[in-house]
């Protein structure tokens, strides 16, 4: 059948049953992600199938986790930058529709990642099988990176499995487990990994037919007047989340779906041109730099930390969540605080923290096995890795070393939690400074991304790539920073978020603050987020980098404090809170705010940015724009607050620094840093 023809990327297999097995294995690549030449040789493969279709297709991965990644995205940039995104949609769309468009059967046997353009090449096949297995996830992740999916996503998902199913799927980049694929009928059956393969290809012996209420659904949800109606209350719903101006895409997606006709050859067309327009726009640069950015902070993490069981001091709710996070991603860990009553709170949330991302018990108890209470500290001599996290106090941390770093291995590593206290002041306390840096972790710690790993000069380097090295092993990015106080995120964001409070204070009501900061991109506002941190989180951190930074505590805090009233954990703060949300006041409708205050809020953390850039808290700007991204949420269609500086214009930004200081006081007066030519770059 293939004759003459050699494939790098592609693996075909003709059985005796007369069914075809085709395996996708990238070469050089660790996982399957579509290239130009992966995509041509599928095409001369196709091209082979139309003329001599077999029995049937299966088309599998010859990797052992990954069904296909999606698109090549350094590709992507390339095409972007070449102005020939559209040439290779409308290739990719081709070769696809020649899948789709055989004779035969076919059939996607999925095991592992099935994204973006792998969930559209499963797509273009009549069946798809994929394994019960945690690491089968199918999900179109596009509009994280500023477009919408381009080879037949939006053309085919809607018409399978309808569209108040698909469009939530390809609007929020939500993943599907391959138990809710099936029911949603995206996957055809279910089987393990070791019977993937003869599954497909009893599929293709025994088609079977779709059940009628799918097929109806898919029809009536499709219809003209239907879209019609639809797409502009779904475009509203979106709208709620997320701003059109900061991110088209998902408005672009609705859109597509909306104009698209019966026709499949019109509904790729109007898809290919909506990608090719998105991925001009800066949100998409700005969202593909993002992930590139993510993907250097996931590779600072290689190799072997040697760090299997993890003791923890202090179970509040940051110790206590680190502990479990730490226990669910399969380390062994002891847990210690003064009394027991202290420590079973932090198992009981780490209980609720199991069921939410283990759901059977079978899973659950082998991961609550691995949380242990040790009120007496004797996982201290048997851990690879001591993490302390108490109260915010240099004296009782410094007692805390003395006393617990006799009783360490002679190799363990010694690692605070601190959220602002100099690494510099707190290694005094400590003998083996070597082995002595920060693990510092942002609250709600199953939710946050990223922990910024803390130096000190005496920090030895091969400590330090261990650290990295075990925050990839529990699913973090790691961001080596400079020890300084608030080091790089709470550094960058109190300015910001004390501007705010001082505004509050001024009388500037806490929605307005909120709104100007969201209309930013900020995805939550400065004061809910006091509130969710905690006002006493505020004052300590607030008070430890307002010294450094010259910046004061605005007044009021200490009576909410006096008052019990210490934000969201309480129940009220600047706040009041229910079920876990704000109830915000109303504003009066005649109310005009300042046209200032975004500025106030925002120029001093891009102020304070560009001073971290110029003191060398981390090795460079890039890794300073994910630091913030990925630890306060900045506006990440932006890309970061140097990438926004950047954009914006360093002496644009200078010059309104230098308008506020005049205006409000010296704390807006430009840092050192604003002249570096990284920012003219």
Known sequence: MFEGLRFAHWKPDLGADGILVLTFDRADAPVNAFNRAAMDELAQIAERLAIE?????????????????????????????????????????????????????????????????????????????????????????????????????TARLPRLIGAPEALPLMLTGKSLSAEAAKSLGVIDKLTS????????????????????????????????????????????????????????????????????????????????????????????????RVYFLQERLKKLGGGDSGIQRVHVVGAGVMGGDIAAWCALRGFEVTLQDREMKYIQPALDRAQDLFAKRLKTPEAIAPAAARLKADVDGSGIANADLVIEAIFENLQAKEDLYRKTEPAMKADALLATNTSSIPLAELRQAVNAQGRFLGLH?????????????????????????????????????????????????????????????????????????????????????????????????????GKEVGEFLHLDIPDGLDGYLAAGKKGKKTGEGLYKWENGKPVKPEVDPKYVAPDDIADRMILPLLNESVACLHDGVTDDADLLDAGVIFGTGFAPFRGGPIQHVKSEGADKLKAQLDALATKYGARFTPKPGWDSPVLRS
């Open 441 to 541: 972790y942002f609250n709600p710690v199953a939710q946050m991304p990223l922990v910024e790993i803390v130096r000190q000069d005496h920090l030895d380097a091969a400590n330090e790539a261990r650290a990295l090295a075990f925050c990839k092993k529990i699913d973090k990015l790691p961001v080596p920073v400079k020890g300084t106080p608030g080091f790089l995120v709470n550094r960058i964001l109190f300015p910001y978020l004390l501007e705010a409070l001082r505004m509050f204070k001024e009388g500037i009501p806490g929605p307005v603050l909120d709104k100007a900061a969201k209309k930013f991109g900020m995805p939550m506002g400065p004061i809910e987020l006091a509130d969710t941190v905690g006002l006493d989180v505020c004052v300590s951190v």
């Open 193 to 288: 990994p070791e019977l993937l393969v003869a599954e497909a290809r009893e599929l293709i012996a025994h088609p079977r037919a779709r059940a009628f209420a799918q097929r109806a659904t898919a029809w009536a949800t499709n219809l003209w007047p239907v879209r019609q109606v639809l797409a502009p209350i779904v475009a509203r719903q979106t709208a709620a989340k997320a701003n059109p101006q900061h991110y088209p895409a998902p408005f672009a997606l609705i859109d597509v779906w909306r104009r698209g006709g019966s026709s499949i050859t019109q509904r790729l067309k109007i898809e290919a041109r909506a990608v090719a327009r998105l991925a001009t726009t800066p949100t998409c640069r700005n969202l593909v």
């Open 53 to 153: 279709p077999p029995k049937g297709v299966v088309i599998r991965s010859g990797k052992p986790d990954t069904f296909i990644a999606g698109a090549d995205i350094t590709e992507f940039e390339k095409y972007e930058k070449e102005g020939r995104v559209l040439a290779s949609i409308e290739n990719g769309q081709r070769v696809f529709q020649s899948i789709a468009r055989l004779r035969c059967p076919t059939v996607a046997a999925i095991h592992g990642a099935c994204m973006g353009g792998g969930f559209e090449l499963s797509l273009a096949c009549r069946y798809r099988v994929a394994t019960r297995d945690a690491k089968t996830r199918l999900a179109f992740p596009e509009v994280m990176l500023g477009i919408i999916p381009g080879w037949g996503g």
